[in-house]
């Protein structure tokens, strides 16, 4: 068996990965910008800030000036019979009128003292910082998500191409199998054994295939639209060690700096406003009112015995100003129950707050600790790799004696494709858990991305390393 010929695959197909492929392969940072164009979370984020930038506005507006107008006309058609008695007896009298009345009136309200107002205008500023604070956690959220989907398709990618690259040599192993079987060298046992290898291989190819497509698909779920060809890390990407290099350090930021764990706080002060807000229902309220008005009543009148109507106008101007003093003494327990109903709420925020600060704790730890040991694994994959391809050389050397098997062969193979995956896999999830560290210590940004993309690099999706690898096996041919 030729041992150049089980790492013809090989060479193809993934160690392309580290070299630029054929056309434009997407960056990491393109990818994010068409998702910031794209997503709708992030679109909800944003209209869902706008709204809550209005409740400052709106709390302000209440505690001016409220100036009204308003009228009203009557048309008026009435008649009416009277009878009583006087000195010279018995006596009935009929009376009709009609006409048109016409009203006008300009009204302006102050408050003088409206505690719910008062809290409302306090509560503003609260829901405009956590509006702030949701939307950024959502563009942070974003980076994360497409990190995470990104480097799920370039997973599946590996994957496919490791296992095409097994199948491929398996088929040629099976092919010399039956070679060997033919002129007696090995057992029909070896033939069968390389069959099977084969048939599973296939089957893992359809499945990673059909695991390709499903990662594209989420992919494209975020950005809008597919995205055929993502560059990859290369061969000299740094693995770094946090800094502040000690894990309470991190934590401490996150405590402080967490955009989640904001946004709690933020909740559980507004959920307290909202105790005060209700019992606004036991308190004095103090309005000033002005009202200027006038009234128009062109009309005619008629009382029996006189033949006809006789004309009968009234104009008349009300000017007045007060001050209205309201204060509420029974409303039936409604008050007394939205209060106790508030302070529930407020209690269930506060344990909110505290389940958000230990998951916040938990996952700056994790990521840290994340980060340490996923550069412990990039380096024990890389060499995994090294000391695979030996262990593969050894076994076929042995094959060729006869002191391994076909199995120990394909087993040996395997393990090689297995760790190459393993190790891409492993600087992913460096990268993910790096971007994880700072985004629980609330200072992911943009420029992160920036940073990964400097050590990305073009290569060709699987289907065209299978395309190139069909076509240097077919001119070889």
């Not at 087993?411 to 297995?418: D, G, T, V």
């Given at each position: 068996m030729k041992k150049a010929i089980n790492f013809?695959?090989?060479?193809?197909?993934?160690?392309?990965?580290?070299?630029?492929?054929v056309g434009h392969s997407a960056s990491l940072l393109e990818v994010y910008q068409q998702a910031l164009q794209s997503d709708p979370r992030i679109h909800e984020a944003e209209a869902r800030r706008l709204a809550a930038l209005e409740a400052e506005p709106q709390a302000r507006?209440?505690?001016l000036p409220q100036i009204g107008f308003g009228g009203n006309w009557t048309k008026f058609d009435s008649s009416g019979t009277t009878t009583g008695e006087d000195?010279?007896?018995?006596?009935?009298?009929?009376s009709e009128s009609r006409g048109e009345t016409t009203r006008w009136q300009f009204t302006l309200r102050q408050t003088l003292f409206r505690w719910d107002q008062i809290v409302n205008l306090r509560r503003a500023n609260k829901i405009v910082a956590k509006a702030e604070a949701d939307r950024e956690a959502a563009q942070?959220?974003?980076?994360?998500?497409?990190?995470?989907r990104y480097f799920d398709v370039l997973a599946?990618?590996?994957r496919l191409t490791s296992i095409h690259a097994d199948r491929q040599s398996i088929a040629r192993q099976l092919e010399q199998a039956k070679q060997r079987f033919d002129v007696g060298l090995?057992?029909?046992?070896?033939v069968q054994e390389s069959q099977a290898a084969y048939d599973q291989s296939v089957a893992a190819e359809i499945g990673a295939k059909r695991t390709l497509a499903t990662s594209r698909e989420f992919l494209r779920e975020i950005t809008g639209q597919h995205v055929s060809t993502l560059s990859a890390p290369d061969d000299d990407f740094p693995l770094r060690n946090p800094a502040p290099s000690d894990e309470a350090s991190w934590v401490n930021l996150a405590l402080s700096q967490n955009l989640v764990l904001i946004s709690s706080r933020l909740d559980e002060k507004l959920a307290r406003d909202e105790i005060s807000f209700r019992r606004n229902g036991r308190y004095p309220s103090i309005d000033l009112v002005a009202s200027m008005g006038e009234s128009d009543t062109p009309g005619e009148l008629r009382?029996?015995?006189?033949?006809?109507?006789?004309?009968?106008?009234s104009d008349g101007q009300s000017d007045s100003i007060s001050i209205q003093f309201n204060v509420p003494l029974f409303a039936g327990g409604y008050t007394s129950s939205r209060v106790r109903e508030a302070v529930y709420l407020h209690r269930a925020s506060r344990e909110q707050l505290q389940r958000v600060t230990r998951e916040t704790e938990r996952q700056a730890r994790d990521a840290y600790l994340g980060v340490l040991s996923e550069m412990s694994r990039v380096r024990a994959l890389k060499q995994a790799v090294a000391s695979s391809r030996t262990a593969l050389e050894a076994t076929e050397a042995g094959f060729d004696v006869g002191t391994r098997t076909i199995v120990?062969?394909?087993?040996s193979q395997f393990n090689l494709y297995a760790s190459i995956t393993g190790f891409y896999q492993s600087r992913y999830d460096y990268i993910l858990n790096v971007l994880a560290l700072k985004q629980a210590a609330g200072n992911l940004q943009i420029q992160d991305l920036e940073n990964v993309d400097q050590w990305l690099k073009e290569r060709p999706t699987p289907e065209q390393a299978i395309a190139e690898e069909e076509a240097a096996a077919a001119a070889s041919e």
């Amino acid at each position: 068996m030729k041992k150049a010929i089980n790492f013809k695959t090989l060479l193809i197909m993934l160690c392309t990965l580290a070299v630029p492929g054929v056309g434009h392969s997407a960056s990491l940072l393109e990818v994010y910008q068409q998702a910031l164009q794209s997503d709708p979370r992030i679109h909800e984020a944003e209209a869902r800030r706008l709204a809550a930038l209005e409740a400052e506005p709106q709390a302000r507006g209440v505690l001016l000036p409220q100036i009204g107008f308003g009228g009203n006309w009557t048309k008026f058609d009435s008649s009416g019979t009277t009878t009583g008695e006087d000195s010279q007896g018995i006596f009935t009298s009929s009376s009709e009128s009609r006409g048109e009345t016409t009203r006008w009136q300009f009204t302006l309200r102050q408050t003088l003292f409206r505690w719910d107002q008062i809290v409302n205008l306090r509560r503003a500023n609260k829901i405009v910082a956590k509006a702030e604070a949701d939307r950024e956690a959502a563009q942070q959220d974003l980076i994360i998500r497409v990190a995470q989907r990104y480097f799920d398709v370039l997973a599946a990618e590996d994957r496919l191409t490791s296992i095409h690259a097994d199948r491929q040599s398996i088929a040629r192993q099976l092919e010399q199998a039956k070679q060997r079987f033919d002129v007696g060298l090995i057992a029909i046992t070896d033939v069968q054994e390389s069959q099977a290898a084969y048939d599973q291989s296939v089957a893992a190819e359809i499945g990673a295939k059909r695991t390709l497509a499903t990662s594209r698909e989420f992919l494209r779920e975020i950005t809008g639209q597919h995205v055929s060809t993502l560059s990859a890390p290369d061969d000299d990407f740094p693995l770094r060690n946090p800094a502040p290099s000690d894990e309470a350090s991190w934590v401490n930021l996150a405590l402080s700096q967490n955009l989640v764990l904001i946004s709690s706080r933020l909740d559980e002060k507004l959920a307290r406003d909202e105790i005060s807000f209700r019992r606004n229902g036991r308190y004095p309220s103090i309005d000033l009112v002005a009202s200027m008005g006038e009234s128009d009543t062109p009309g005619e009148l008629r009382i029996a015995p006189a033949p006809a109507f006789s004309t009968a106008d009234s104009d008349g101007q009300s000017d007045s100003i007060s001050i209205q003093f309201n204060v509420p003494l029974f409303a039936g327990g409604y008050t007394s129950s939205r209060v106790r109903e508030a302070v529930y709420l407020h209690r269930a925020s506060r344990e909110q707050l505290q389940r958000v600060t230990r998951e916040t704790e938990r996952q700056a730890r994790d990521a840290y600790l994340g980060v340490l040991s996923e550069m412990s694994r990039v380096r024990a994959l890389k060499q995994a790799v090294a000391s695979s391809r030996t262990a593969l050389e050894a076994t076929e050397a042995g094959f060729d004696v006869g002191t391994r098997t076909i199995v120990d062969v394909l087993n040996s193979q395997f393990n090689l494709y297995a760790s190459i995956t393993g190790f891409y896999q492993s600087r992913y999830d460096y990268i993910l858990n790096v971007l994880a560290l700072k985004q629980a210590a609330g200072n992911l940004q943009i420029q992160d991305l920036e940073n990964v993309d400097q050590w990305l690099k073009e290569r060709p999706t699987p289907e065209q390393a299978i395309a190139e690898e069909e076509a240097a096996a077919a001119a070889s041919e």
